[in-house]
């Protein structure tokens, strides 16, 4: 008794249950019908759109709700499941689902399934909280059922190093009037990222600075100098302010420190 293989090809048009017979002849033998059914189903279609956030400062936030994040345009109910992965999941975090959930995706949500009816979306409440400067990413994943391909949503930010100087305070005793004394104050750059000084000022009189101070950058963790003077023309105590303007990828930001003399 020999066997031979028998390939069918299921090619359909439209959804739904499908059966046809085949009848198979030999010489030596009667007929042999086969009935053959078949199921088909209407693909799963869907739109999910990228996330991008604004530059925030690293140990802050910023939340933002995208409505449509995901939408099941088939015909069909779609069914997944919503993790964050990638390369920063850490960094962001899902807020509220609609329709869904009001804990927090990783913290709260212990269940984040769900269920969309054709033409139905979903509208999500994201945070974006960057832990380190530099651009911060992760996906969203939906984990629909893998014959309907890959669905995420690219989720994108940027961490800011926040920008901190300390500017050391100065004061000078019994100066006597008709003098100048300089003592050298120190700017250290005490943030995580490199900090431009554009800028320094001392002030008002009897403070100054003796030499006009170019800009230049402290990398973060290194300090300068400055030279501050005191020339005070008659008997009295003062008071002044020794003003640092420095920027960062942050921003840009003024730093004081107090200056005193008599």
Known sequence: CDTVPLIIKFTPKVAGDTCTDIIIYA????????TV??????????????????????????????????CNTSNVQLSGKLTLGGSNPEDFEILSV?????????????????????GKC???????????????TAFLHYNIPSACGEAKSLLNGRGLAPLALEVGAATWTCTRPGTKVTQKVTIKNIGTSEATINSVNAGPAPFSLPTPVAAFTLSANTSKDIDVEFAPATVGTYTGTLTVNATATSGTKDFTSALSGE
């Open 98 to 118: 609609d329709p869904g959930w009001t804990p927090s995706i990783p913290a709260g949500i212990k269940d984040t399934t769900f269920t969309l009816n054709p």
């Open 37 to 70: 059914c078949a199921e088909a189903i209407d693909p799963c279609t869907f739109t999910k759109k990228d996330v991008d956030f604004p530059a925030t400062l690293v140990g802050g936030t910023y939340d933002t709700t995208v409505t449509e994040v995901f």
């Open 27 to 34: 010489t030596c033998s009667d007929p042999v019908r086969i």
């Open 122 to 136: 979903i509208t999500v409440k994201f945070r974006f909280k960057p832990s380190a400067a530099g651009n911060r």
